[in-house]
Nanobody, 122 residues
Framework: EVQLVESGGGLVQPGGSVRLSCVSS????????MSWVRQAPGKEVEWVSY????????QYADSARGRFTISRDNSKSTLYLQLTNLKTEDTAIYYC???????????????RGQGTQVTVSS
């Protein structure tokens, strides 16, 4: 079973930055593409980004492109999401998940972490 633990969320002012981390264990992290999705209160899940196993290719949702950067360190079995120029509408729980999750659905608990809250507010 995949084990993923996100961290790095918190309260950030508009225009600020934060880096999310997702540490994995119990599976072959370096062999899997990885995704970030988010869910804001009262809204549907939104896919944010994914990265290929070797880290060479990344894709972003329109809302994330140009402001967010996904990366990974396979030697540390860790996935990252750098969020910059944050807006209030970026407030959400951010989840990492094993695999490519471009649909706007919450990946099953067996392949995702528990999430980390990012709140953008002045």
């Amino acid at each position: 079973e995949v084990q993923l633990v996100e961290s790095g969320g918190g309260l950030v002012q508009p225009g600020g930055s934060v880096r999310l981390s997702c540490v994995s264990s119990a599976f072959a992290f370096s062999a899997w593409p990885m995704s970030w999705v988010r869910q804001a209160p009262g809204k549907e899940v939104e896919w944010v980004s994914y990265i290929t196993p070797d880290g060479a290719n990344m894709q972003y949702a329109d809302s994330a492109r140009g402001r967010f950067t996904i990366s990974r360190d396979n030697s540390k079995s860790t996935l990252y999401l750098q969020l910059t120029n944050l807006k209030t509408e970026d407030t959400a729980i951010y989840y990492c998940a094993a695999g490519i999750w471009r649909q706007n659905v919450l990946p099953p608990a067996s392949v995702r972490g528990q999430g980390t809250q990012v709140t953008v507010s002045s």
